[in-house]
C-alpha cells in the first residue's frame, strides 16, 4: 500500500487541490453576490427562479468546500456582502439588465463552473475531492440545461452562424 492509499479525509491536499479548491470558492461568492443582484433585476419569472436555483447550488457548494479547508487549515476567501432585494420597478431603465443579458450571463457562469470542476477531477489525487467536484460537475450540467432550455423557449438564445453542409450540384 502507498502513501496515500488509507482514507482519503486522512490524507493531505496538495497545493493544486488547495489552490483549485480555495479559487472555486471565491468565485462561487462571487457569483453569488452577482446572482444576488441579477434576482433584483430579472422581470421574467423563470428567470428568476433559475438564478435563485443557482444561488441554493452555490451556497450548497460553498458550505462543502469551507468544510474541507477548514480541516485542512487552510483560510478562507472573504465573502462579499449579502445583496439588498429591490424593487425592479426602483432601478432606472437605463441601468437595468435585461432579461436575455441575465441568462446569457448565468449560462456563461455555469459553463465557467463546469470548466472548474472538470479541472479539478482531474487535479486531485484524493478521492473525495474529485468526487465532490464531479457532484458539482454533474449539478452544474443540469443547471445548465435548464438555463439552454428556458433560453430557448423565451427566444433569447443568439446561435452563432449555422453551418449547412450543402454540396454544388
Known amino acids: 500500500m502507498g502513501i496515500l492509499s488509507g482514507n ?10 488547495v489552490f483549485g479548491a480555495w479559487s472555486f470558492l471565491l468565485t462561487s461568492k462571487a457569483a453569488v453576490a452577482g446572482y444576488q443582484t ?15 436555483e443557482a444561488i441554493d447550488q452555490c451556497q450548497q457548494e460553498m458550505k462543502q468546500i469551507e468544510t474541507i479547508l477548514k480541516d ?19 432601478i432606472p431603465a437605463g441601468a437595468k439588465f435585461m432579461d436575455q ?3 446569457a450571463a448565468l449560462s456563461a457562469s455555469i459553463a465557467a463552473g463546469l470548466v472548474a470542476c472538470s479541472q479539478m477531477i482531474g487535479q486531485a489525487i484524493r478521492e473525495d475531492i ?19 432550455r428556458l433560453n430557448k423557449e423565451k427566444g433569447w438564445l443568439i446561435p452563432p ?5 450543402k454540396t454544388e450540384e
Open 8 to 17: 482519503p479525509q486522512n490524507e493531505p491536499l496538495h497545493y493544486g487541490e
Open 38 to 52: 441579477k434576482v433584483n433585476h430579472a422581470g421574467d419569472e423563470d428567470l428568476r427562479k433559475l438564478l435563485m
Open 72 to 90: 485542512n487549515g487552510v483560510a478562507l476567501p472573504p465573502t462579499p456582502p449579502e445583496r439588498p432585494n429591490a424593487r425592479l420597478e426602483d
Open 130 to 148: 474529485a468526487m465532490m467536484f464531479g457532484q458539482f460537475h454533474t449539478q452544474k450540467a443540469a443547471l445548465g440545461g435548464k438555463v439552454l
Open 101 to 103: 443579458e441575465i441568462a
Open 161 to 165: 452562424p449555422l453551418h449547412l453542409n
